[in-house]
């Protein structure tokens, strides 16, 4: 194919997935003596407040093997969590790719979806049952799911490097000051960290409530969709609050509903 001509029949395919997004292809382009195709993706593009808010993708493609060469992200946004405004974010990656070649076994197979899943868009609902809790310590021992029975759980799915996090600690901490001598457990659960990870966290943030660790299935099962997200679970196992991210009313709507909950049992 040349400079201005147009795509063959199985390029046409590859670039079919274009179909929700501005997808622009640039002229021709030779990168590291590879003569490659390139691509602008412009996933969002917006001015919010007088400020530019933005997702750029650009992407250069072998011709010959119609493998990824070059891949940068640029973006610019406001970043928060609930009603609570963190700060502007900026995205600036690139990453280079050389000597990729196609397994012939596996690109002879066809290719299967079984196990993978959409991401979670939707926290689960008040009245969902809840998932049952399979959780360890920070040290790898199981803990016994007799330890929450009969309690009222605040369920808090955390991250160490989210910033809105730290907002929530203080108030965490508070709610277990305040309803420890209650029939309440409250503690974090952390997915995609490791024991060490999560006690250095615990002693950075001086965090007084536990914090266990617990697999990606159980992120999966309670339908988080970011961190923090916050469930507060009824002694007969059914949701009755289910909070995505920090605001400034987290702590007011977690007590309303824990007190309503503790005054019912």
């Not at 600036?92 to 012939?104: D, R």
């Amino acid at each position: 194919m040349n400079r201005h001509g147009s795509p063959n029949k199985d390029f046409n395919a590859i670039i079919a997935i274009a179909v929700l997004i501005l997808f622009i292809r640039k002229a021709d382009t030779v990168y590291q003596n590879i003569s490659c195709y390139s691509f602008f993706i412009k996933i969002a593009d917006t001015v919010n407040n007088g400020q530019h808010d933005f997702i750029h993708k650009y992407v250069l493609i072998n011709k010959k093997n119609f493998l990824p060469v070059n891949f940068k992200e640029k973006g610019e946004g406001t970043a928060s969590k609930g009603d609570y405004v963190i700060g502007r974010v900026v995205v600036n990656n690139e990453n280079i790719y050389s000597n990729i070649n196609v397994n012939p076994e596996i690109a002879s197979n066809p290719i299967s979806f079984n196990g993978f899943h959409l991401k979670n868009t939707k926290m689960l609902s008040v009245g969902d049952s809840s998932p049952k809790l399979e959780v360890r310590t920070i040290f790898g021992d199981v803990v016994d799911e007799s330890v929450f029975k009969n309690k009222v759980l605040l369920v808090v799915f955390g991250s160490i490097d989210c910033p809105a996090n730290p907002l929530a600690n203080p108030v965490l901490n508070r709610l277990y000051a305040k309803y420890k001598d209650k029939n309440l457990a409250i503690f974090d659960i952390f997915t995609s960290e490791t024991g060490e990870q999560v006690k250095k966290y615990i002693e950075a943030n001086s965090l007084n409530f536990p914090s266990y660790l617990a697999t990606r299935k159980q992120h999966a099962d309670f339908k988080i969709i970011s961190t923090p997200n916050f469930y507060v679970i009824g002694t007969d196992r059914k949701i009755k609050a289910a909070i995505e991210g920090y605001s400034d009313k987290l702590e007011n709507q977690l007590i309303k509903t824990i007190d309503e909950l503790l005054a019912s049992y």
